[in-house]
């Protein structure tokens, strides 16, 4: 498998995953009030991790996908909508993987 695809592969399950926690936290907030308030530093830190570390990185990555498999515009513009849409970023990596590596796992 490609290093390039890998480091894609790994923003994306990060950001994702972040993306999901900070969703959650948005749900918790408008369900339990108290709730929210017990685990506001750690919605804050998530918050954070997401919007200054992990959404930039997932940009780099996304920008190296597209020059190296000499994907789409319109594929790098829906990459980059997927750091603020729940599960699209997981989903976008899901579909890359079957296109570009329709029998499975490379082995290099």
């Known amino acids: 498998m490609d290093p390039t695809f890998q480091r894609?592969?790994?923003?994306?399950?990060?950001?994702g995953a972040t993306l999901i926690t900070l969703f959650?936290?948005?749900l918790l907030h408008s369900v339990d009030l108290s709730?929210?308030?017990h685990l506001s530093i750690l919605f804050r830190i998530d918050g954070i991790a997401h919007g200054i570390?992990?959404?930039?990185?997932y940009m780099v990555a996304s920008f190296q996908m597209v020059w190296k498999f000499k994907l789409p515009l319109a594929l790098l513009l829906l990459m980059l909508v997927a750091g603020f849409v729940?599960?699209?970023?997981?989903?976008?990596?899901?579909?890359?993987?079957?296109?570009?590596?329709?029998q499975g796992r490379a082995t290099q």
């Open 8 to 15: 894609y592969r790994i923003m994306s399950f990060v950001t």
């Open 53 to 57: 570390v992990m959404y930039p990185l």
């Open 24 to 26: 959650v936290a948005l």
């Open 86 to 102: 729940p599960g699209l970023a997981l989903y976008l990596e899901r579909r890359l993987r079957r296109h570009l590596y329709p």
């Open 35 to 37: 709730l929210s308030k």
